[in-house]
């Protein structure tokens, strides 16, 4: 099972509704939670196109799922109005994933994908839009775009489910 897909199973997981009823700051968080939820909120433009379309989240849930050479990884969900969830998820050594997914559908497609192109691009990846590779998963098609750059191992991906899209994110794996 490759990186994308055990960030969907791991998204249906965390998405579950008892998962979101927790909070990712307060006295009892880990520090890695309440850190890495300031940079995503100041830094990730995906997690900003979110709050620009649905709001602010109401619910988020974070953890730290496991440490590799003394370095904690986890992962962190924000839940928003609608349905709409944003998660990102950091393993070992230098992986990342980025999800946002409206499960019935984003309005305004076109402008959706247009702003996963441009955080790509902000990142300083090189994403080939032209040519997706295909695959489905639990019903969803998913269309991932490759940076072509030898040895960055970097996708964007767009997933339907009927014909409609669902989620948009990215894979960055140095």
Do not use: K
């Not at 830094?43 to 649905?54: G, P």
């Not at 962190?76 to 997914?101: A, D, H, K, W």
Request: proline share 7%; glycine share 10%.
């Amino acid at each position: 099972m490759g990186v994308l897909e055990l960030a969907v199973v791991a998204v249906a997981w965390l998405a579950s509704p008892a998962m979101l009823a927790r909070q990712c700051e307060g006295p009892d968080v880990d520090p890695w939670v309440s850190d890495f939820r300031s940079r995503v909120e100041s830094y990730d433009a995906l997690y900003q196109l979110a709050v620009e379309r649905y709001g602010p989240p109401s619910e988020c849930e974070g953890a730290v799922t496991m440490e590799f050479d003394g370095v904690n990884f986890g992962s962190l969900i924000f839940g928003f109005r609608g349905g709409i969830t944003y998660s990102v998820e950091t393993m070992p050594p230098e992986s990342s994933v980025r999800v946002l997914r409206a499960p019935g559908g984003f309005e305004e497609p076109e402008q959706v994908q247009q702003a996963l192109r441009d955080y790509a691009s902000g990142i300083g990846l090189a994403i080939d839009w032209s040519t997706p590779e295909i695959s489905e998963e639990a019903g969803e098609v998913i269309h991932r775009f490759w940076d072509p750059e030898p040895g960055l191992n970097a996708s964007g991906f767009l997933i339907f489910l009927d014909d409609t899209l669902v989620a948009i994110g990215s894979s960055l794996a140095l």
